[in-house]
């Protein structure tokens, strides 16, 4: 027998916007693969803020199912120096309108697609060590060359 699931409370830790390169697009038997290279961006919570650092990406892979799969490794730097390695994996589910949109270079908002990641910290930072305990998720919005995340603390 399955219990009944319990509710999940979340808490806002931050959003995150990442500025990228047009993506490298290579067809495959697999599928289409994208790689979109960082070149900057900021992050802003209550406990948590600084830039992102240019030279991260988020390798997409799109499957015959039309279904993206990211895979994003960025390296943040707080407002105060310190160093946190973020890896970030996660769906983006697109209907074809929505898709044809982020292909020609337009932008896809939250509510317009199921683009949901969910986001695992390193550091050695003695004021940051609690995000290498904590479990994220985030919503996404894809824009040209942009890409936002809403994040959520799981508590």
Same mark, same amino acid.
């Given at each position: 027998?399955?219990?009944?699931?319990?509710?999940?409370?979340?808490?806002?830790?931050?959003?995150?916007?990442?500025?990228?390169?047009?993506?490298?697009?290579?067809?495959?038997?697999?599928?289409?693969?994208?790689?979109?290279? $960082?070149? =900057?961006?900021?992050?802003?919570? *209550?406990?948590? &803020?600084?830039?992102? @650092?240019? !030279? #991260?990406?988020?390798?997409?892979?799109?499957?015959?199912?039309?279904?993206?799969?990211?895979?994003?490794?960025?390296?943040?730097?707080?407002?105060?120096?310190?160093?946190?390695?973020?890896? $970030?994996? =996660?769906?983006?589910?697109?209907? *074809?309108?929505? &898709?044809?949109?982020? @292909?020609? !270079? #337009?932008?896809?908002?939250?509510?317009?697609?199921?683009?949901?990641?969910?986001?695992?910290?390193?550091?050695?930072?003695?004021?940051?060590?609690?995000?290498?305990?904590?479990?994220?998720?985030?919503?996404?919005?894809?824009?040209?060359?942009?890409?936002?995340?809403?994040?959520?603390?799981?508590?």
């Amino acid at each position: 027998m399955i219990a009944a699931a319990q509710g999940i409370e979340t808490t806002h830790l931050m959003n995150l916007e990442v500025d990228l390169l047009p993506p490298q697009m290579i067809g495959t038997p697999f599928g289409a693969r994208l790689t979109f290279v $960082t070149t =900057g961006g900021t992050f802003e919570g *209550e406990r948590l &803020r600084g830039e992102l @650092l240019p !030279g #991260g990406g988020d390798w997409l892979e799109v499957g015959s199912d039309s279904v993206g799969h990211l895979n994003v490794r960025a390296t943040l730097r707080t407002h105060d120096g310190e160093l946190i390695h973020m890896q $970030t994996r =996660g769906v983006a589910r697109l209907d *074809e309108d929505a &898709r044809a949109r982020f @292909l020609s !270079g #337009g932008s896809v908002a939250m509510d317009e697609m199921y683009a949901r990641t969910q986001l695992r910290f390193q550091t050695g930072a003695e004021d940051y060590a609690w995000l290498n305990s904590i479990v994220t998720v985030a919503k996404n919005e894809f824009g040209p060359n942009h890409v936002s995340y809403r994040v959520f603390e799981v508590l």
